[in-house]
């Protein structure tokens, strides 16, 4: 069964959580338009009942809960650094440890959009469910 | 520039140790390999050289060697008279050097607001060899996000790849860094991100 995420509660939902217009924007288009299983169930089990399914979710070895209990990771940064752990095991477990800083830019009102914009492509995101 | 220190929490360097032993078991060692799409300009290539120069000439051939018998007050004026060196090799406006309690996940960060470079002073107190040498790396790792805001606000300085000072200046649009707690793929894959740990890894990787 393929599921339907629309486009706009979506952005809407990711930047309630703080991120910005242009992080939402890519998150939905590099990574929740793809995302692995079995990251992809977990991720809309989340986002639909705000909790995790049942059961464990690992991938290569790590656990969800290892990455927001251990690692103090929250969920949806777990879920996508599992979803890269899936796709390319040897540069995120190394990334791993090189994550270890942040650029503070001037912030953007609300209601301006960056200067540069690619189109953004607004149709409902489709998970399968299985 | 005005300096600003603040007191080492014990408590929150037990945190931190707890972190660095977690993300060990996980990551293995930090890997301080250059990736090979890194393409330093000629510019680059001096700026690495002198850093070079500057990490021996502090630090001598062993970066933990020498931090690892120091106090942490010790540490911090030696990273301090470090990082002040750089800041001027590199001709950077900062204005604030803060050595502050981070907390125990990050290790530094630049303020294309403030004009300010930070550095967690948590990670000052370790008696880690491997930690002491990475916060080298990330006052290096700092100071090139200095040198890349400075770059995009005075182009006419840059000497590199057009197309790498654009994604540059993109990166450095408001609202469009990203954030390793709302994409780690996407942190360690932007271009800013990208340059900075390559640049810094071609010069510690070499101690």
Redesign the interface.
């Known amino acids: 069964m393929i599921i339907f995420l629309q486009y706009f509660e979506l952005k809407k939902f990711l930047i309630s959580l703080g991120y910005s217009e242009f992080e939402a924007r890519e998150v939905i288009k590099k990574r929740i338009r793809k995302l692995s299983k079995p990251v992809d169930r977990a991720f809309y089990h989340w986002y639909k009942h705000s909790k995790m399914p049942e059961g464990t979710l690992e991938v290569d070895g790590i656990t969800f809960e290892t990455l927001t209990k251990d690692l103090s990771m929250m969920t949806m940064q777990a879920l996508l650094y599992l979803d890269w752990l899936a796709k390319e095991p040897e540069v995120a477990r190394k990334a791993l440890r090189k994550m270890k800083d942040y650029v503070q830019t001037a912030s953007r009102p609300d209601t301006e959009e960056p200067r540069f914009t690619e189109p953004e492509d607004t149709s409902d995101i489709q998970l399968e469910d299985k | 520039m005005s300096l600003v220190v603040v007191a080492i929490i014990v408590a929150a360097v037990y945190g931190v140790q707890l ?1 660095v032993q ?3 078991s ?6 301080q390999e250059v990736d090979p799409n890194y393409k330093p300009s000629e510019q680059d290539k001096q700026l690495i050289d002198q850093t070079k120069d500057l990490v021996c000439s502090h630090f001598g051939g062993n970066i933990a060697d020498t931090l690892i018998p120091l106090t942490p007050q010790q540490r911090s004026e030696k990273l301090v008279s470090f990082t002040q060196e750089i800041i001027e090799t590199y001709n950077l406006e900062i204005e604030r050097l803060s050595i502050q309690d981070m907390g ?11 004009n300010a470079i930070l550095i967690n002073g948590n990670y000052i107190a370790l008696d880690d060899a491997e930690e002491l040498k ?1 916060l080298v790396d ?1 006052i290096i ?2 100071c090139e ?1 200095a040198r890349q805001h400075r770059m995009v606000e005075h182009p006419q300085e840059f000497q590199g790849d057009p197309a790498v000072l654009e994604s540059w200046r ?1 990166n ?17 894959d932007q271009a ?1 991100e990208f340059d900075a ?1 390559n640049f810094a890894a071609s010069i510690i990787g070499e101690f």
């Open positions: 972190l977690r993300l060990r996980i990551g293995g060692i930090i890997d125990a996940g990050l290790k530094g960060g630049y303020s294309a607001v403030d990475d990330t790792h700092e996000h993109r450095f649009e408001p609202g469009c860094y990203i954030h390793f707690e709302n994409d780690p793929q996407g942190y360690h800013v740990r």
